[in-house]
């Protein structure tokens, strides 16, 4: 937030207008307040041109309608009319302590200083105005009903308009749009006859709530909220007691196993491997851990292969961050440091395992887990650019396995424990070329499995194989028999991607739709983070007990129209008294509070006796002036 001078008074002069309520002390019907009451002229004359009681008792002098008004016998001449706003709109100003601000000081000086700049204008236009106007005016209401200004349900006659001095401006079409609008951009369903100049003030909203169905549009889907509420869920679950953990290693904490430790556990060649979650005490972030136990390390330099890992980064790859050796677990122990996906799911586990069985139709049945042939292609096309990207930055996988892929999204897989192998094996090298063509060779390994469902199928390769054509397409059939071919020149990922051929395209389009999902459910939560913004502003302001000794500071000046706004969006009531309760208004309100429009509202205070009409541009004003003093202080 800057710190600048973002005072209310720096911006424009307000053309703000105040409103209020006739004052108790105007009778609402003449009274005799003195013997010559006959010879003094009705006020109502004065100000609106006509009387409503001339015909039914008024006691004031009132000039023939066929004449212009001469001033009463024996009576001073009456000076310039003043104008309705000028004669009963006194400035609002709240209730203050001895010790709080002038009472000018509960309104904004730009709002004061175009009242004022507003009456005086208006004194002069009417000083040179002949008296024989007011007749006029009276005869031209005078066959029809008469306007009331007081009544919010009278509305003037097509003849004329009230003007905002409560007289009548004539040759006025009712139908024309005001000043400001632009028909061309209207919705045709708002038709121009139907906006009237004149309107009475009701400042309540009475808008229906937005249907059901769109409700979403607010905020992010329910799957996407409830999958990323379980993922955070996950990473600050801690560890039960008892397991004899580490409480720090090398700079990470809070350590969870996320394998069970237990005899099955499977191996890296001849060590045993456990996964951890742990939290890193530098950026907070969490990390998984796998750690090669009983794993001595003869040769520091075999860490060097982790730094190379470390610099490769792919969509489809866990990313390798840092290797150490550690006795923290009472052994020689090697760890090996991953980016910390949530809730991921091996291959095994989401289509290999066999899956508990469910009642269909009233029966306990066994579940499939034969994969659908469009997913088998999303794999085989996500892991084969996951192996290109190892193989052109002179690496090899060295282990495409289905329990160390994972799958972390909705069919997005990512190879996992990428880089450990080439620790524990640099005692034995082996050339490169070599390795990247077992690389494909385990990938047709890992289709064979995923079709068959089972991992021991590779010891049942021609059954396998036959089964493979029977289930799926003749393509996916070529494709397992190149990749489990015997190594050579022309077996390459390249020549693997020209045979997949066409279906790139499909998993393209995929993935671009993917992205235009994830961008309209972000859309829906674009302006959240603004109106958090506002909403903290508004804590900030609205209410303060006291603020440089001033007790009253937030129930005045610039503060006491942000009250006044925080009432218009969140206290309206209906027209029997029940709140509203309508997020479409709350949101529509913020947002054009924080664009800073120049669309007009009424401001009402509690008590209803004073409004203030303002624009949102000048409530924006307000509020970062009154924050900005905050900042200040």
Excluded at 206 to 219: K, Q, V, W
Excluded at 388 to 409: E, F, M, P, S, W
Excluded at 517 to 524: N, T, V, Y
């Amino acid at each position: 937030m800057a710190h600048g001078d973002m005072s209310f008074f720096s911006r424009p002069s307000s053309s703000a207008v105040k409103i209020s309520a006739p004052t108790s002390d105007e009778p609402s019907s003449p009274k005799p307040s003195k013997k010559d009451n006959t010879q003094r002229q009705c006020r109502n004359i004065l100000i609106y041109g006509h009387c409503k009681f001339q015909d039914k008792g008024c006691i004031y002098y009132h000039p023939p309608r066929d004449a212009p008004s001469p001033a009463p016998p024996d009576s001073p001449t009456p000076g310039p009319a003043l104008p309705a706003q000028a004669v009963n709109a006194p400035v609002f100003v709240p209730k203050i302590n001895p010790g709080s601000p002038t009472p000018a000081a509960a309104v904004p000086a730009s709002i004061q200083q175009q009242s004022s700049i507003s009456s005086d204008s208006s004194s002069e236009q009417s000083a040179s105005q002949p008296q024989a106007d007011f007749q006029s005016e009276q005869a031209a209401t005078s066959d029809g009903e008469q306007y009331d200004p007081y009544n919010p349900y009278s509305y003037p006659s097509h003849g004329g308009e009230a003007s905002d001095e409560g007289g009548q401006v004539l040759s006025m079409n009712p139908y024309d749009m005001p000043p400001g609008y632009d028909t061309a951009t209207l919705d045709p369903f708002y038709a121009p006859s139907m906006t009237y100049h004149s309107q009475p003030l009701n400042y309540h909203l009475y808008s229906l709530p937005r249907p059901d169905t769109l409700t979403h549009r607010y905020f992010v889907s329910d799957d996407i909220r409830e999958e990323l509420q379980r993922r955070s869920e996950t990473i600050h679950t801690v560890p039960p007691p008892g397991l004899g953990l580490p409480e720090e290693l090398q700079g990470y904490h809070t350590l969870v196993p996320l394998e069970t430790i237990s005899a099955d556990r499977r191996k890296f060649g001849n060590w045993y491997s456990t996964v951890y979650r742990a939290t890193n005490s530098s950026d907070g972030v969490t990390y998984v851990l796998r750690r090669a136990e009983n794993f001595r390390l003869t040769q520091p330099i075999a860490l060097t292969r982790i730094e190379a890992w470390s610099r490769l980064r792919h969509p489809n790859l866990v990313s390798v961050h840092e290797a150490f050796t550690t006795r923290a677990f009472n052994d020689s122990s090697l760890v090996v440091v991953y980016d910390d996906h949530p809730n991921a799911q091996t291959l095994y586990d989401a289509h290999i395992k066999a899956k508990p069985p469910q009642y269909q139709g009233g029966r306990l049945q066994a579940q499939s887990n034969r994969i659908a042939e469009r997913t088998l292609w999303s794999y085989i096309i996500q892991i084969a650019n996951a192996i290109k990207a190892v193989h052109d930055a002179g690496l090899a996988v060295r282990l495409i396995d289905a329990t160390k892929i994972l799958v972390t999204g909705k069919n997005r897989v990512r190879l996992g424990s990428c880089g450990i192998v080439d620790v524990l094996m640099y005692d034995m090298p082996a050339e490169i070329a070599f390795l990247q063509q077992d690389d494909l060779t385990m990938l047709g390994g890992l289709i064979i499995q995923l079709c068959s469902g089972t991992l021991g199928a590779m010891n049942h390769l021609q059954k396998a194989v036959e089964a493979l054509g029977r289930n799926y397409s003749s393509d996916l059939k070529s494709v397992v028999l190149f990749l489990i071919s015997k190594p050579g020149t022309h077996k390459t990922v390249g020549q693997l991607f020209d045979m997949i051929g066409s279906r790139l395209l499909t998993e393209l389009d995929e993935s671009q739709n993917a992205v235009d999902r994830l961008e309209s459910e972000l859309m829906s939560e674009l302006e959240n983070g603004r109106l958090v913004r506002l909403l903290c502003k508004f804590g900030f302001i609205n209410e303060r007990p006291e603020h440089n000794h001033e007790t009253r500071w937030s129930e005045t000046g610039d503060r006491y129209i942000v009250k006044l706004f925080r009432d218009y969006v969140f206290h309206q009531v209906d027209e029997v008294g029940r709140p509203v309760v309508n997020l479409t208004h709350v949101l529509t309100c913020l947002n054009k509070l924080d664009a800073g429009t120049d669309e007009r509202i009424m401001l009402v205070s509690r008590d209803e006796q004073s409004c203030l009409v303002v624009s949102y541009r000048e409530v924006k004003a307000c509020i970062e002036s009154a924050f900005s003093e905050l900042t200040r202080s």
